[in-house]
């Protein structure tokens, strides 16, 4: 079973403007799934159409079997959602709020608090576990936000910008979180996110979004390939022969498109064999950045 379906899935707020529009995206077990885009490219929208929040316009989804309009009370009990901005009880603190929205999906009071501290730890939060929430700073409100999200061990993570407002060391224990929990525990986690160097890190797959539109989808090979083929060949050299295919950028520095690294082999040693010293190479892929702006200008010149 997926663990996510959807085809050709729209939402039209008015009659000419639609947030999402036809929309086709299959989920397996286990993804960690990089929904990308700008604000207003149809994430939120998407996200809370796979949650029932909203109802779609046009088309079919389910996640894992659910219709999320007509099954939200079984589709929350298997998923758990990270909002960009926390929201939970000032006034208690951080361990009794995780305590009581455990008792809302159904654990026992002692499960649950088992469960919080446990959550606490990993998430270091445990030092302010009996502080309120109202002392609490932007980036402990989402690790904590995260933390009430798990209580319940959900099959599915829905992550809306899930490391705003966190430090770098924060929030690269939350990546290796995320990542341990997919990879270990087998749950699925669909992350939207505008930072793509951030989702480059993270996600083993990627659909690319623009004003409602899928425009494109893939892991960061497959994209590679079909978007942006080629690779940046970046060496530094001396007595370079002057029929080689490279372009120098600053003293003893010079690059070359090459389409695969195959080819570089062959062109250092041609740099050796006509007496050049050859002090570095490297290969630079196309980022995730480089192919979805590739794609949106693209799409812009249609």
């Known amino acids: 079973m997926n663990a996510i379906t959807m085809q050709q ?111 606490l730890e990993q998430l270091e939060l445990s030092e302010a576990g009996d502080q309120k929430l109202a002392a609490y700073s932007t980036g402990m409100r989402q690790r904590l936000s995260l933390a009430r999200a798990l209580i319940h061990r959900p099959q599915i993570l829905f992550l809306d910008e899930p490391t705003s407002g966190l430090d770098p060391e924060s929030a690269q224990n939350v990546h290796t979180m995320i990542r341990r929990l997919a990879k270990d525990q087998g749950i699925t986690v669909f992350l939207c996110t505008h930072q793509l160097r951030y989702a480059q890190e993270i996600c083993t797959r990627y659909g690319l979004m623009d004003e409602g539109r899928l425009i494109a989808e893939g ?26 295919p490279l372009r120098e950028t600053k003293a003893m520095t010079y690059e070359a498109d090459i389409r695969s690294e195959e080819e570089i082999p062959s062109l250092v040693r041609q740099i050796v064999e006509a007496g050049g010293e050859v002090y570095h190479v490297s290969a630079q892929l196309p980022t995730l950045e480089d192919i979805y702006f590739t794609l949106t200008r693209k799409e812009a010149a249609k």
């Not at 060949?233 to 022969?241: C, D, E, G, W």
Request: charged share 20%; hydrophobic share 35%; aromatic share 6%.
């Open 9 to 119: 899935v729209s939402k039209a707020y008015t009659p000419k403007k639609r947030a999402v529009d036809s929309l086709n995206i299959t989920l397996e077990k286990g993804e960690v799934f990089g929904f990308l885009g700008p604000n207003g490219a149809g994430k939120t929208t998407t996200v809370k159409l796979l949650n029932g929040m909203l109802l779609p316009t046009e088309g079919n989804l389910s996640v894992f079997g659910l219709d999320p309009g007509k099954n939200p009370e079984q589709l929350h009990a298997l998923a758990g959602v990270v909002t960009e901005h926390a929201q939970m009880y000032q006034h208690l603190t951080g361990l009794e709020n995780l305590v009581f929205y455990g008792t809302l999906f159904g654990l026992g009071a002692g499960e649950s608090r088992k469960r919080a501290l446990h959550l």
């Open 219 to 244: 892991t960061l090979k497959s994209l590679c390939t079909s978007v942006c083929p080629g690779i940046t060949l970046k060496l530094k050299a001396r007595n370079i022969p002057s029929h080689l």
